[in-house]
């Protein structure tokens, strides 16, 4: 049995090396266009900003190690450049010579490559960039050393694109960072965003949102952007997303769908026989929903080339789709999400609950405690979780990687306060946020809670709503809402006379809990009330506009 | 309505929060025997380190403050000394003085108490304490202060003991842990506390297991073991476990079972009607054998607090039972663990099969990752997780919370490697220690990989297997098994010739990945092959004599 796998990163390689535990005696060929395979692509941006000191630190593996541990023929600076799959060849060329490998099964893994936008005058650059592989990393790496560049600017605030605006900031560099979408991670919601949106600023980083970049000038010394604005730059990093490396699959009458995704069958094999493909150029099943979907995300890439090498070893295996659970660090903040989110929801027509609840990472009467805020994605009726977003300083990774967990074994908010996490005070609380977003999620569904969001605020307000702050005059004094009446939660009580019977209710706090209560109370009381969700913490983050 | 609540920390004070959120008009009564109510009863060992500095950080709520928040009527000093079931009343001493107080509905949440072995000389010594409360951690932290204690035992290495240990440790106090059981932690299982046996010992801490302290003579100053030994000792502190705090149920003819537990149903009602109860003190379903049990943690406290609010105000809540999910850092290891351990799935005589794993907190070639020793204890035939322990500095608690919330999803062990983490480089790997603990248990399932365990490779020597090692030579430098062939992985495939066929093979490496690769390889070839699960740094923890 002869293997050809194209391409010797997340998912080649995995597929590669479960290949050779299971088979010995296979002949396993790996084609990498690039100068490394096994590299740590996912690492690439913590060398720029100097985390990671050592270039070798990102070079995981060589083919030499490759070949004395696994038999592999692994052969950078390979570049596959046509498939002929009647006669099962694939041509190669390599140091500028051609030559053609035959293969019993070929195993497609070519990943994704950075999506470049039509801006004017984009070729003409010098100091743009794009950041994918080790040789992109290189040349960043001296630019960054020779030309010593004081601006830099950022276009796409994706994944990539932030870790690399606090990389260019970790090195001193003023940078500004513009996205086309209305805010920055686009594939989380805008209230979470913000919280980042508040980091990158307070780390002086300037952003820029809801504009593209339509020409580069002077020879990359000046972005225009969309609103006419001109701004000086001496670097420019494009990240505004990847697409499919598809050109060698579709020129071999591959199949491709969604925005050039190569189809394939749950087995990952493609429309052509004994081709298979992996990783972030393939389309999968989105876990929830059973859609397909694009995933660039190493996790399931690795998982998908074991999966594949079982498949092409006789072993069942299935691809069972993708929750695309991810996680960005932004300075001292860090964001993460998985499952869907309230975008994906509403383009599929399916009605969902939101709630947002806020925790301390440990104890809080341990030291260092800090916040999270967890936003929590539902059916109403049925209680099925649908996505989990959650942002703050540290343990942000682990409540995200339970509701991951929650949602792949179909556990519901019914069952978020029935988990049992490990809890001492320097690792959690006896009532995790995850619990408490499972409590604050079943007061909605059973009606002992009515919330509403921070985006309906205005519009309640306008209809003759009454805002009541509950929380202490100090808090007040920090910031408030520019209409709201502040009844502390411990004196409503005695004072709930001064509170309107014949309007609507919002009540708020600093982070939701004293606003349940008080809900609770004025509720049974006999007032129409409903607590603002996220309260005041979370509407001065993403409205810092129209608080005071 | 009218409920008294007898018993003011986690799941009594739950459960009067709750009640009133629920209900603005009932009267809620709550009794504390102690002088304090919801203080931070897992914050004690802290404080007696110094890490929390202020005493005041460890009473969370005030009864002033429960009031003006909860109009709760929470009554400190205040002791419940008997039930009256047919009048609905309870006798209450305070101060000195006895009132009665009438309920319509009484829950108890007393907790439990440390258990007090038979020791001769106990009573006469003014050194020994115990930690269940406030007054208890003054006391200790005066004597501490005043006497200046230079030698401290701990008797009983369960999770306070081991705080303490630590705690005293980091006062600069020489600490030695005596433990009746074979080994630290007994809870956890040998293999796994004998990394936290290593860890006391790095910090000079004494530890001796399978034995139990038989006297205290001198006034304290002498402890006398089992065997004979006495040891010197300036304060004692004994940690050999908790007991209900049952003797007002008893005497209010309410029904106890195992260990003196209270048994209630579902629905937490005890054998007398009107009276419920909740906390450590009540018998529970173990969540994976539906068997009766005792769980002294905070996080099911609290949530049978909450739950039992809902009950008694009329919603439809039940007991669904405990996994006993807990953690506990000593000096820089956490261990964690979750469900059943081995000793208990012996004694309930299932068949079950164990893996370890070794795999970093995050990214390798990220800074300052960290081991963790993942134990993974399932259903060899159906893939049931029974249970996982975990070891390491860092990111043993997401594990464990991770695979806890697969038990109540119930996942299966096929399930793990479709887990997706949050993953970026300061975060975890693509491929996390849970994935990898699914997919070793996956390969010993399908016959892909055989292990023996760490406590089975003396008899295999015995009966004739070989050892071979891995490793490179400058790993087996630093420790090796007493008798074992060295061949490093990379050369295997060259230097085979050398393993004996006729015997069967135990492989092994440090971590246990290389001796699988080794172990494939060799299979192919045609030999009887067993990976020695856990490896040669699994082995030395737990038999540090054994190896050179």
């Known amino acids: 049995m002869k293997i050809v796998i194209i391409g010797g990163v997340a998912g080649g390689m995995s597929a590669a090396t479960r290949l050779r535990r299971l088979n010995e005696e296979a002949e396993i060929i790996v084609l990498e266009k690039g100068p ?23 070079l995981v593996q060589t083919p030499e190690q490759l070949k004395a541990r696994f038999k592999l023929d692994v052969r950078p600076n390979s570049e596959a450049t046509k498939i002929d799959p009647v006669a099962k060849t694939v041509e190669v060329l390599s140091n500028g010579e051609t030559y053609t490998v035959a293969y019993d099964q070929l195993l497609l893994s070519p990943g994704a490559k950075p999506f470049i936008p039509p801006i004017d005058g984009l070729a003409a650059a010098k100091n743009v960039f794009t950041l994918r592989n080790v040789p992109d990393v290189d040349q960043i790496m001296q630019f960054v050393t020779k030309e010593a560049p004081k601006k830099a600017m950022v276009i796409g605030a994706g994944f990539i694109g ?8 970790h090195r001193g560099i003023a940078v500004t960072v513009v996205e086309k979408a209305p805010h920055v ?4 919601d805008e209230e979470m965003a913000a919280y980042i949106t508040k980091e990158l600023k307070r780390n002086q980083v300037e952003v820029i949102t809801g504009v593209s970049a339509t020409a580069i000038e002077d020879a990359g010394k000046t972005v225009v952007l969309e609103n006419g604005q001109h701004i000086d730059t001496d670097f420019i990093l494009l990240s505004v997303g990847v697409q499919p490396e598809n050109s060698l699959a579709i020129d071999a009458g591959i199949q491709t769908g969604l925005r ?88 599929e027509g399916t009605n969902y609950q939101v709630v947002h609840v806020q925790g301390k990472n440990h104890a809080g009467y341990y030291p260092n405690a800090t916040m999270i805020v967890l936003k929590l994605i539902f059916n109403p009726k049925t209680g099925e979780i649908y996505g989990a977003q959650a942002v703050g300083e540290e343990g942000v990774d682990k409540r995200i990687d ?18 049992e996490f490990t809890y001492a005070p320097p690792f959690g609380s006896a009532k995790d946020p995850v619990n408490m977003a499972g409590y604050a999620a079943l007061n909605l569904m059973e009606g002992i809670s ?31 809402f520019e209409k709201a009446m502040n009844i502390p939660l411990d004196s409503l009580r005695e ?24 809900e609770r109370m004025l509720k049974q009381n006999g007032y129409q009330v409903k607590n603002l969700d996220g309260a005041f913490s979370l509407y001065e983050t993403v409205r810092p506009e129209e608080v005071m």
Chains 1, 2 share one sequence.
């Open 36 to 58: 490394y395979v096994s590299f740590a692509n996912c690492g690439l941006p913590y060398y720029v900003a100097g985390e990671i000191e050592e270039r070798s630190d990102l």
């Open 162 to 169: 932030l870790e690399m605006a606090e990389s260019l900031a």
């Open 185 to 188: 991670l686009p594939t989380l």
């Open 260 to 347: 050039g995704g190569i189809m394939v069958d749950e087995r990952y094999e493609t429309s052509v026989k004994d081709i298979y493909a992996v990783g972030d150029a393939i389309l999968v099943k989105q876990f929830s929903t059973q859609q397909d979907t694009l995933i660039s995300l190493a996790s399931p890439a690795n998982r998908q080339g074991r999966q594949v090498a079982d498949v092409l070893s006789g072993l069942a295996r299935k691809n069972l789709g993708s929750l695309g659970t991810a996680i960005v660090r932004v300075f001292n903040k860090t964001i993460a999400s998985t499952g869907l989110n309230e975008r994906q929801l509403q383009l």
């Open 402 to 419: 339970s509701i991951a967990t929650a949602i792949k074994g179909r556990l519901t908010v019914q069952d978020l306060p029935e988990l």
């Open 450 to 480: 009515e919330s509403i969001q921070w985006h309906e605020l205005n519009q309640y307000l306008v209809n003759g709503a009454f805002l009541l702050d509950v929380r202490n005059p100090g808090e007040v004094a920090n910031g408030r």
């Open 495 to 518: 004072r709930m006379a001064e509170v309107p019977k014949n309007q609507t209710i919002i009540v708020s706090c600093q982070s939701g809990l004293r606003s349940y209560l008080a």
